[in-house]
């Protein structure tokens, strides 16, 4: 079973940064394709970025195309998400999800969630 746990959450003002980062634990960390995902308040879950298993190839939501970086480490576990320019409209709750095997953008293809990280920014 897949363990997945989100760190790096918090309070920033607007155009400034974070880095979460989520630990996982529990299964083939390499052969995973990785999701980041956010849901604010009163709207339904979305995806914002993702990267590939086989290749490292990293997805983006056009919201965030260009602020936001998706990395891995394969050695450690883990995948960041650093976030910069950050917007009002970034503040939701924000999940990490993994799925065996290659990129899908729906998170119905994603079976395992961490429990999510808070990011909230300030106008």
């Known amino acids: 079973q897949v363990q997945l746990v989100e760190s790096g959450g918090g309070v920033v003002q607007a155009g400034g940064s974070l880095r979460l980062s989520c630990a996982a634990s529990?299964?083939?960390?390499?052969?995973?394709?990785m999701g980041w995902f956010r849901q604010a308040p009163g709207k339904e879950r979305e995806f914002a970025a993702g990267i590939s298993w086989s290749n490292g190839r990293t997805y983006y939501a056009e919201s965030v195309q260009g602020r936001f970086t998706i990395s891995r480490d394969n050695a450690e576990n883990t995948v960041d998400l650093q976030m910069n320019s950050l917007k009002p409209e970034d503040t939701a709750l924000y999940f990490c999800?993994?799925?065996?095997?290659?990129?899908?953008?729906?998170?119905?293809?994603?079976?395992?969630w961490g429990q999510g990280t808070q990011v909230t920014v300030s106008s």
């Open positions: 999800a993994a799925r065996a095997g290659p990129y899908r953008l729906g998170q119905s293809a994603y079976p395992y």
């Open positions: 529990g299964g083939a960390f390499s052969t995973y394709t």
